[in-house]
């Protein structure tokens, strides 16, 4: 499974971004997408996911601000991210679980997103 990521940038707080993940590869075996971010010094947090379902979670940090959603014509999901707020910035990393007898995680190559005050 390959990631692509993309999407993020420099906004000022209250403003808006989307980024997007593209997977390509074995994607029928991927159960599982998502975000996680990492800000400096921090470990890295699951930010929201979604199942081949269509299920989602979120960090309660970003309910209410965030959605993540799918295309699968495109095999993309995008995480519309509103009212951002200086602790949002951080490193953003696209996530595909394959669950395959065991878990394998792959990360995207991760996408910064810069919120100033």
């Known amino acids: 499974v390959q990631l692509q990521a993309s999407g993020g940038g420099l906004v000022q707080a209250g403003g808006s971004l989307r980024l997007s993940c593209a997977a390509s590869?074995?994607?029928?075996?991927?159960?599982?997408m998502g975000w996680y971010r990492q800000a400096p010094g921090k470990q890295r947090d699951l930010v929201a996911r979604?199942?081949?379902?269509?299920?989602?979670n979120y960090a309660d940090s970003v309910k209410g601000r965030f959605t993540i959603s799918r295309d699968n014509a495109k095999n993309t999901i995008y995480l519309q991210m509103n009212n951002l707020k200086p602790e949002d910035t951080a490193v953003y990393y696209c996530?595909?679980?394959?669950?395959?007898?065991?878990?394998?995680?792959?990360w995207g190559q991760g996408t910064e997103v810069t919120v100033s005050s």
């Open positions: 996530n595909a679980l394959v669950l395959d007898g065991a878990a394998y995680n792959y």
């Open positions: 590869g074995r994607i029928y075996s991927i159960s599982v």
């Open positions: 979604i199942t081949k379902g269509g299920s989602t």
